[in-house]
């Protein structure tokens, strides 16, 4: 019996494990990966409007939060976090639909919702469902999805700016960012491309350690340069919206 307690217990520390490496290869990726750009402009932006949210004592929502990637962004700031998803992980407390909320109005001070709005029915519905269990003045932290391939059969939709705040339309506030001008936008689709369709794994293992950094490195210097503002082509669009 103890050994099989002590298996049980291995297995588990195992899975935390897989799900943490996901966590921190989303929050902090390696210019192999080809979503390296997006993900690091994402968590810039984020940090950014982390660090002007008030309180240290914040009661967290995360819609989607099957690995929570940006929860050590609020390291010391935390008192409550709900990790809720449809799909239950050892970092799920909940497991629900986000269009049906099962919480109490006004129960949060932030809802963090990183790109799972394309995968709702009805997403008006899981905007008004996020509206209700934030605190007055609280605030929606999520990426939408705007030029961007489909990664599973759950997703449904994608958004322009001015979708996303006509969705959004029932906070006071919505502010709309694209993590990546349209140059850096179509590298990162480029980069995607070649993991797609590069026909076997050694020729992607090949693209992965040669290609795709330079890739990434060059779109690091021209966004850097900030050459266009065009965002036509950005892969999704980070928004801060204060109820």
């Not at 819609?63 to 970092?91: A, C, K, M």
């Not at 129960?107 to 963090?112: M, Q, T």
């Amino acid at each position: 019996m103890a050994d099989a307690a002590l298996s049980i217990e291995g297995y588990s520390n195992r899975v935390k494990d897989a799900l943490q490496e996901i966590a921190e290869k989303r929050l902090r990726p390696s210019l192999t990966d080809p979503n390296f750009l997006v993900l690091r402009s994402r968590k810039t932006i984020f940090e950014h409007w982390i660090a002007q949210l008030p309180g240290n004592e914040l009661s967290i929502l995360d819609v989607g939060g099957r690995y929570q990637p940006y929860r050590s962004l609020f390291e010391g700031r935390i008192e409550r976090y709900i990790g809720f998803d449809l799909l239950h992980t050892d970092f799920v407390d909940v497991v629900g639909d986000g269009e049906s909320l099962p919480f109490c109005p006004a129960s949060f001070d932030l809802v963090i919702a990183t790109q799972v709005f394309d995968c709702f029915k009805e997403p008006h519905r899981a905007a008004q469902q996020i509206h209700s269990v934030l605190k007055p003045g609280g605030a929606l932290l999520a990426s939408i999805p705007s030029m961007a391939p489909r990664f599973t059969d759950s997703e449904r939709w994608r958004f322009t700016a001015s979708g996303v705040r006509a969705v959004l339309s029932i906070f006071s506030e919505t502010n709309v960012v694209p993590e990546l001008s349209s140059i850096g936008g179509i590298l990162r689709t480029t980069n995607l491309a070649l993991h797609s369709f590069v026909p076997s794994r050694i020729l992607k293992r090949m693209a992965r350690s040669t290609l795709v950094p330079c890739i990434n490195l060059t779109g690091l210097v021209l966004e850097a340069l900030h050459i266009t503002s065009n965002d036509q082509f950005t892969p999704n669009y980070s928004v801060l919206a204060i109820k």
